[in-house]
T-cell receptor, first 113, second 114 residues
């Protein structure tokens, strides 16, 4: 099966920087996604990495190392509204499973004032 | 452009009852998926479709059926509801021409089976 691991919970202070790690072991790889999910709401897309390196988008950045099966999501200048669950997901590249997303269990981030 | 819509938003069923969760998208996306989300378990793929007339099983397909007669609609049928199917169900869609880079999620259906 597919194995995607991320910490269950993290806390940080408003204005700080936080890094959420994700490691994966999957049968194939077609990209890594990060989603944000506020309580009671649907996940919303944050970032996508398919090549090694850092992708920056405003206060959010995502890094990928395919050789290490590792990614992280970096959140800068944290705001209260960033309190949410952050989901790491891997897309597979094999034939019949092309395009499927396999999710980690999510990291619940709490931002304190 | 409504995106991905799901109905109903909330549903309570008794054990053994059947029902259909509706999902529709107006973005002409080829790929559509059903997930369930349970506390501490993340999102798990139930069924998946790469286009009209084509469906495939995901990680947790038992107790669920799907069909894809049109590009827009992808209903999920619970054949005989069980308490273990109490969950939040999300439908999602994505476009092949964007390299499957982004899945758009519907607002979810919160199902309780008593």
């Amino acid at each position: 099966g597919q194995n995607i691991d991320q910490p269950t919970e993290m806390t940080a202070t408003e204005g700080a920087i936080v890094q959420i790690n994700c490691t994966y072991q999957t049968s194939g790889f077609n990209g890594l996604f990060w989603y944000q999910q506020h309580a009671g709401e649907a996940p919303t897309f944050l970032s996508y990495n398919v090549l090694d390196g850092l992708e920056e988008k405003g206060r959010f950045s995502s890094f990928l190392s395919r050789s290490k099966g590792y990614s992280y999501l970096l959140l800068k200048e944290l705001q209260m509204k960033d309190s949410a669950s952050y989901l790491c997901a891997v897309s597979l590249d094999r034939g019949s499973t092309l395009g499927r997303l396999y999710f980690g269990r999510g990291t619940q981030l709490t931002v304190w004032p | 452009n409504a995106g991905v819509t799901q109905t109903p938003k909330f549903q309570v069923l008794k054990t053994g009852q059947s029902m259909t969760l509706q999902c529709a998208q107006d973005m002409n996306h080829e790929y559509m998926s059903w997930y369930r989300q349970d506390p501490g378990m993340g999102l798990r793929l139930i069924h998946y479709s790469v286009g009209a007339g084509i469906t495939d099983q995901g990680e947790v397909p038992n107790g669920y059926n799907v069909s894809r007669s049109t590009t827009e609609d992808f209903p999920l049928r619970l054949l005989s509801a069980a308490p273990s199917q109490t969950s939040v169900y999300f439908c999602a869609s994505s476009a092949r021409d964007r390299g499957l880079r982004e899945q758009y999620f519907g607002p979810g259906t919160r199902l309780t089976v008593t």
